[in-house]
């Protein structure tokens, strides 16, 4: 078996979609939530107008978190004709539509309303839009925000899925360049939840990683268009490291500055902590050395070892060297190795 079958094993085992089984639970409370928000709403006089899901579920980048959480992220709109000035009125209705239902913790943040389902191992955003003639504006705002620091806000997310969507700028094999992103988006999710302790993994946000990674895509396919993700792997993350998102702050301490690719065209990390962009800096730096190390590597074992040691124990060590083939093509288009990084 070669190292780009035992990456694929990986992220079969990693991955998670809608349709899955183990989503079957937060599939059926995402209905319902649905089916009770726009009820409550229409007899409020704000009438759902369209809904539609966000984040990894909406671009197939979902992974299964450590603890078994699963993440529901579902946009509403409502119509602009009609809908309040004050963007918190929308929010405090969904917001008591969750406490009637056993959320736990539920609770107006900036950008949604959000709360967790304990028993069912559910964690729920739900951001408020108003649309007119196809432009969306977010509800942004805390319950108690002042006049000043709420709004509606021109927001695309529409156009931010479509974004990580679209391979239209890959030349040649686009669906498979595409295919190869994903995975490498999945793969970066799962060393941040191994690798960082939980209260800084949630800091290191998922759409930050993806929108780097797709600014910073390095694919990695031969001439017969077989994919070679370690390498891929090692590439994308150098050129994020290189990529101007982290700023030297003196002291060995660096901040980090995403912005989004479409409106609201913010910084993903705004706020965020010098401690988060340092140990981000860092962890991601010697995630590009371990991939150079197992790149160097020629023994199909020692490779999966060190990855193991980037991923955790869903990426498989082979029982022994003598059950398996010397690495596969590993260093094939490698643009850098540890000599060289």
């Not at 949604?112 to 649309?131: F, Q, W």
């Not at 695309?156 to 899925?161: A, E, R, S, V």
């Not at 302790?197 to 780097?212: E, H, N, P, Q, R």
């Not at 590993?330 to 060289?340: E, I, K």
């Amino acid at each position: 078996m070669s190292i780009q079958a035992k990456f694929i094993k990986f992220h079969d085992k990693i991955k998670i979609s809608r349709e899955d089984s183990e989503y079957k639970d937060a599939r059926e409370k995402d209905d319902s939530i649905l089916k009770a928000i726009k009820s409550t709403l229409k007899d409020e006089g704000y009438p759902v107008i369209e809904d539609f899901l966000q984040g990894s579920m909406s671009t197939a980048t979902g992974v299964k978190n450590p603890g078994e959480d699963f993440d529901i992220d579902r946009a509403i709109v409502i119509a602009f004709d009609g809908s309040p000035d004050d963007p918190i009125k929308v929010k405090k209705i969904v917001l008591k539509v969750l406490e009637d239902r056993g959320f736990k913790n539920a609770r107006i943040k900036k950008p949604c309303v959000t709360a967790d389902y304990v028993s069912k191992n559910l964690h729920i955003d739900i951001p408020v839009y108003r649309e007119q003639n196809g432009e969306y504006e977010l509800a942004v705002g805390k319950k108690n925000s002042s006049e000043g620091n709420k709004e509606w806000s021109d927001s695309d997310p529409k156009g931010l899925k479509d974004w990580i969507n679209d391979s239209s700028a890959h030349l040649g094999s686009a669906s498979k360049k595409l295919g190869q992103y994903k995975r490498i988006v999945r793969y970066l999710k799962r060393w941040r939840d191994h690798k960082f302790s939980t209260d800084v993994a949630k800091k290191v946000f998922s759409i930050g990683l993806t929108v780097m990674a797709k600014e910073q895509f390095s694919p990695s396919l031969d001439d017969s268009d077989k994919a070679n993700d370690l390498v891929a792997l090692r590439n994308t993350v150098n050129a994020m490291l290189s990529g101007g998102y982290f700023s030297y702050q003196g002291d060995d301490l660096y901040k980090v500055m995403v912005y989004l690719p479409k409106s609201p065209w913010r910084d993903i990390f705004d706020g965020s902590s010098l401690n988060t962009g340092t140990q981000f800096y860092n962890k991601l730096k010697s995630l590009r050395d371990k991939l150079d190390k197992a790149i160097d590597e020629t023994d199909l074992v020692k490779q999966c070892k060190i990855l193991n040691q980037v991923f955790g124990n869903d990426f498989e060590v082979p029982s022994s060297s003598s059950n398996v083939k010397k690495a596969a093509y590993a260093t094939a288009g490698a643009s850098g190795t540890s000599q060289g990084a």
